[in-house]
């Protein structure tokens, strides 16, 4: 064994240290993007020995890349491929959980999975309500600032924290873990290492704000006729429903047509394919006896459709699993299609339909061959345009069709649309280039300064903000 | 005329500079704290103006402290007493003001003032929530994150904030102004700004978020034992009405009997002084038809009554003017009673009872001719814990006495319960020597990293954030 493995071993027992290539394997994966190799990788289980690592590290110069459950998509939670660098994995990090029902709080530590933490939370009748498709960690939750689909009425995870435990790079543990709600007393610290990829310190605890698990839903697939439709339908029911809009989810046809093509137990609830399909979800902690949301949902939509006749082609009503199951195979259907090129794309919301126009037109014009199947978060302004084409279609190979289709595409959004080339998922190595691109001057200034700061001889992970 | 005079005058034109003491008077004074003297009085009314003014003033190396509408609570928008600071108000700052319905946002000048932001918004039935008894400007709200009366269902200015623009101190303008929901593309720029008093950069404009004004509303004042009883009622609403429930504000029994020692209009709706008094607020953009908040909140108080009952001593309905007339009326009404030393206080809020006892017990021993007069937002954790005492009755001059109680009741909040010095109002000269005490080490390291990046020469605000 070599003094690396001795020394941390020594520091954190034998069960946190793996340093057999085979056992490796995973933490130098990414879910989506990412393949790397590590020197070791340590899982330390409490704060103090987070600390202890970050010490250690810190004196032998060993650079350091900080993982939660590894399920972020752009490749920021594996090392490079040089396998000089160690995984900090905080897989064990999860002894901490204490709900104060009171508070409407958790203390978690940064290793409690999304998953363990609702389980916990709903024998209280509460929830953490940023709802995602995969099970993260907190801790990671935090350095991606994740969003998901019911963002529109609970906000990011930046909006629901309130407290927060770092370690940074020389091992300081700083604990600003309180449940405050109004603390104006300067800089917020923790918006620092919120969104920022474990770049200026380790997340390892954190005080979330919960809220009440709703005790009813209402959600309705309605079809429309285009996107102008779809924003007149979205500020419709803002106006008039305001509190308990939880999720304005839309697809366009030809995604939603690629949905029944793969999908065997997935129906068409209309007559035909609509050029888009929006989920509308209402929630409410109120019980049915005061507030009958299926009744109110059948209403509103009957109220908008007489000012906007033309505009609403069909609606269905009831069926949330159903409705819900369509909008989360959209992902895998279209890859069952051909290639995808797939996007996260935000603009301002009004800006929706005349940014996928743009994109229709430059590919109609450059790439005729490529489909744009485009669905996503529109309340929030997201769209996870992805492009379609069959392999043999194209004049040119992946490898040179890609990066062009993703600059112009890019450049519409980010230069001409005021808009984001990363919504929710982050920057880490796949969006590096981009954020290289498009990020302001004084920006990137910033994070070199906090950079600087925090982190000189440049430890902690692998994406630049700078 | 001076040189500087000359100089700002033919940069910003005539009517932009002010030097003459009789009309710089009013941007010398603070609200509450603070009086100082400038050299003089800029107020440009683009951000260009602001751009150039900045880039002068760093060239010459003149100090500047930035001022909205000056309705602060802490003197950070007022200069010393040295004579030599410029003011940069940004009172005439106010010609853009574009709200955009399907948005739902609003993008403005940082000098546009709260009410005429509302006004314009209320035409499209949409209104700015963060709810203050100030008029105050855009950019100071986002300079203090200021939050209010409705923070527990809206946020601060912060969970408002989309889009910025600031001019940094050499003049430098950075335009973020997108209305972006969701943007994760590392660090979080506009955070920097906001809370930190200008320290880092001028506001000169912001894209916000804005919120359907509501329909209705329903009110009620209950009666409660204690403080134990305050906070099962707080639970019981939020856990039944989580998404229309919009105000928890609490008036102690000692504040509540001043209000109608001193405002003949105003009367006691309960046959004695309660020890607590919450005022229940509900809103919602549903029409009654649908939502029938008043008997709602009826229902809810009837059913907490029958599971809480030795709690709640009494309840009355409706009257929303009345009742927040009373809430309104505490502090100007305290100030009848003689002598009030006010405070700012957060802790998480299920130690509000054990917090305001500790402060009980202590004067009870040290100071006994003190009464606590607490009210504020238990919602947020936020206590206005006011002091009052005849001067007469105190051994100690009140030049001696204030500074020890002030120190006490922070070192209880901030030590035993952690909690803020300043829950809302911020840092400023007022609160400067309690942010050199409590910052953790490491924050204020951050503060001067970035104070050394944006403005290494220091010549921006008269705060501390290191």
């Known amino acids: 064994m070599d003094a690396l493995l001795e020394d941390l071993t020594a520091l954190l027992g034998p069960g946190a240290v793996l ?22 990788v340590a899982r330390p289980s409490t704060t103090a020995e987070v600390s202890a690592f970050m010490a250690y590290c810190h004196g032998k110069g060993l650079r350091v890349i900080v993982q939660g459950a590894n ?36 203390l978690v530590d940064g290793g409690v999975l999304l998953s363990a933490l609702n389980g916990a939370l709903a024998e209280h009748g509460l929830h ?57 007393t300067g800089l917020d610290w923790k918006q620092l290492f919120t969104g920022t990829s474990g770049l200026y310190g380790v997340v390892t605890g954190a005080v979330l704000q919960v809220a009440p698990l709703p005790r009813q839903r209402a959600v309705a697939l309605v079809a429309l006729s285009g996107g102008g439709a779809v924003l007149d339908l979205l500020r419709s029911l803002e106006g008039g429903l305001f509190e308990v809009f939880t999720a304005y989810e839309v697809i366009s046809g030809e995604a939603l047509a690629a949905v029944f093509r793969h999908q065997e137990t997935l129906r068409n609830p209309f007559d035909e394919v609509p050029p888009y399909t929006a ?32 505009g609403v082609l069909d609606a269905r009503f009831g069926k949330p699993a159903e409705f819900w199951a369509i909008r989360h195979h959209v992902s895998e259907s279209l890859r ?47 769209t996870h345009l992805n492009l379609v084409w069959r ?29 984001s080339y990363s919504a929710e998922h982050g920057v880490g190595p796949h969006n590096q280039h981009y954020h290289d691109l498009y990020t302001p001057p004084a920006v990137k200034a910033a994070g070199a300064a906090l950079r600087a700061h925090f982190d000189p001889e440049g430890l902690l992970g692998i994406t630049r903000l700078w």
């Open 19 to 40: 340093a057999d290539p085979s056992e490796r394997e995973k933490y130098e994966t990414g879910w989506r993007y990412g393949k790397g190799r590590a020197r070791v």
């Open 71 to 106: 399920t972020g998509l752009v490749g920021a939670s594996v090392p490079d491929e040089g396998g000089a660098m160690a995984v900090l994995s905080l897989e064990r990090l999860n002894r901490r959980m204490e709900i104060d029902p009171t508070d409407r709080t958790a």
């Open 128 to 184: 953490f309500p940023v709802d995602l498709g995969a099970d993260p960690q907190i801790g990671g939750m935090i350095a991606t600032n994740t969003g998901g689909t019911r963002l529109l009425r609970y906000g990011d995870v930046r909006r629901n924290l309130l407290g927060l435990e770092v370690v940074l790079a020389d091992g300081t543990v700083v604990d600003t873990l309180s449940a405050l709600r109004k603390n104006n």
């Open 279 to 310: 989920l509308v979800e209402l929630a409410s902690s109120l019980p049915e006896s005061s507030l009958d949301l299926a009744s109110l949902l059948e209403e509103a939509l009957g109220a908008h459709m007489e000012a906007h006749g033309e």
């Open 336 to 382: 069952g299609e051909g290639r995808v090129l797939a996007f996260d794309i935000a603009v301002p919301r009004s800006g929706l339909p005349a940014f996928t126009e743009a994109v229709k037109a430059w590919l109609g014009r450059e790439h005729p061959f490529m489909r744009v199947c485009d669905f996503g978060h529109w309340g929030d302004g997201g």
């Open 391 to 419: 392999e043999a279609d194209s004049p040119l190979p992946a490898a040179e069709l890609v990066p062009r289709v993703q600059r112009k595409v890019y450049d519409l959004a980010v230069l001409e649309h005021r808009g």
